[in-house]
């Protein structure tokens, strides 16, 4: 449900109709209420996540009116959400009136819960020539349907129909930008959404859908800031809180970002994504336990086949590491090759018994990675980073030679972060004139990847790609270095 349907629930006549039904639950008087109102009711103990609730609300409407299209329509809904086609389209079957917009739009979206979206696409046309009232917005609807499903081409030429019909709709100029936001296209997007919010700056999907934009575009304060007037229109924007919550989490102020989870797990009912981001947070300021138990809410909410359960079970297998529980974390990456079934287990394996102290195992397994790797360069590589990660910086620092061999004097962009790990094992190893060497190299051709090497040794008043210099006019600071040195 969007947020615009969830506005309704907001509203003193949904308010009123709830208290009087919930009066009746509680031993009042009977309520007589529309199909339609109960359905709503019924909606919003659905959105609540109360399924006993929301299913005595449509039996008792149905009880009212038997046969009245709304209530049938959303059980006809839950059935097909739960997997049960036939039992939705035996439901739909038994509606009257088959030519209800409803039961039209249904009947589209089982076709597309079959992939029969072609299929989908006629039966609309076809059912187009029969609509009498408010054509433009039966077409901007099978638009939405398409976008919802992800059929991007479709939903383009159906919002383009609902255009032509009326170009100056604020809702179709809003469904072209989440069109083009889809398609990889953001900032045609946002040009889009600037129009719409200078025609009315409290259009809150507007700011949505404008935070969405930066942040595909990696704009994330950006994004950030248009969730912050999104929240000054309404303080318990749940989206809002959301997106500023990821973009804290991009930006790599994690205490800001877990606060932020925080605030919307208190105020709203979550999928898995929150809870393993908030996970990720816990983990980078090193609060292990914490973020194990966002992590097991988020395996337990991902049901197993999550768009993210490669990721859930990596950071599970990351944190239990990081508890000295090898063998969990072990079984956790084991889990991921039930998704990916190539995917390489070695090299994990050996970063997590090298971090529990099992080091001739875990050089074992990493030797085993390069061995059965069709790519020796990269191999060579992630072997290093994970020794580096480890504090074995020796080993990371001939793993890193090695690569640097490999490369020919055209090497691309992903062979020029090698220079950035170079000079950081250099440092560690008090390898003064070769860390001077590389960090030179790496300010010159890659200094983003600084960032993660020696970023923390860099002022904050410093560019990135100016820190070779500040080295050079500091080298007391850095030709005797200590790690622990800020």
């Known amino acids: 449900m969007s947020t615009e349907d969830l506005s309704y629930f907001q509203e003193e006549e949904f308010k009123k109709n709830l208290a009087l039904y919930e009066q009746m639950l509680k031993g009042g008087q009977s309520a007589y209420l529309e199909a339609d109102e109960l359905t ?104 939405t349907l398409f976008l919802d499903y992800g059929y991007l081409d479709l939903a383009s030429q159906w919002g383009k129909y609902a255009l032509e019909m009326e170009p100056e709709n604020e809702k179709f100029l809003q469904l072209k930008a989440d069109i083009l936001l889809f398609s990889d ?48 229109i309404d303080e318990h924007d749940a989206q809002a809180i959301l997106l500023k919550a990821n973009c804290q989490l991009q930006l790599q102020n994690f205490e800001e970002a877990h606060r932020l989870y925080l605030r919307y797990f208190q105020e709203n009912k979550s999928n898995d994504l929150p809870y393993l981001f908030d996970g990720v947070c816990l983990s980078a300021l090193g609060r292990y336990e914490e973020a194990l138990s966002q992590l097991q809410e988020a395996e337990n909410l991902s049901g197993g086949d999550s768009p993210e359960q490669q990721h859930i079970y990596a950071n599970l297998s990351d944190v239990y590491s990081k508890l000295g529980k090898p063998d969990i974390a072990i079984r956790y990456i084991e889990k991921i090759k039930d998704i990916v079934p190539n995917y390489s287990t070695n090299l994990y394996k050996g970063h997590i018994l090298l971090e529990n102290g099992k080091i001739k195992e875990g050089l074992a397994y990493y030797d085993s990675y390069i061995q059965a790797n069709e790519k020796p360069k990269d191999a060579h590589f992630f072997v290093g980073v994970s020794l580096m990660e480890n504090g074995f910086y020796t080993e990371a620092w001939e793993h890193f030679l090695y690569v640097l061999g490999q490369m020919n004097s055209s090497h691309d962009e992903a062979d020029r972060k090698i220079y950035s790990y170079l000079s950081y094992c250099a440092l560690m190893q008090n390898r003064y004139q070769d860390f001077l060497s590389y960090l030179k190299i790496a300010c010159e051709v890659d200094p983003d990847s600084l960032e993660y090497t020696v970023g923390r040794y860099i002022p904050e008043e410093v560019e990135t790609k100016d820190f070779y210099r500040y080295v050079v006019s500091h080298s007391d600071l850095f030709s005797h270095f200590s790690p622990e040195h800020k």
């Open 40 to 143: 709503d009711i019924a909606e919003y103990y659905l959105v609540q996540n109360e399924t006993e609730k929301n299913m005595d609300c449509i039996s008792y409407a149905l009880k009212l009116h038997p046969g009245s299209v709304d209530p049938l329509i959303f059980l006809a809904r839950q059935k097909m959400f739960e997997g049960d086609i036939e039992g939705a389209k035996t439901i739909k079957d038994c509606i009257t009136d088959q030519n209800d917009r409803e039961v039209i739009f249904l009947h589209a979206e089982l076709l597309l819960r079959e992939h029969k979206e072609r299929m989908a696409h006629e039966y609309l046309l076809e059912k187009k020539e029969h609509e009498e009232e408010d054509l433009a917005l039966y077409i901007y609807d099978s638009a």
């Open 185 to 232: 296209r953001p900032e045609e997007a946002i040009a889009i959404l600037d129009h719409l919010l200078d025609l009315d700056p409290y259009n809150a999907n507007a700011w949505h859908s404008l935070g969405e934009a930066y942040f595909t575009s990696e704009k994330f304060q950006k994004a950030k800031e248009t969730a912050d007037f999104a929240l000054a």
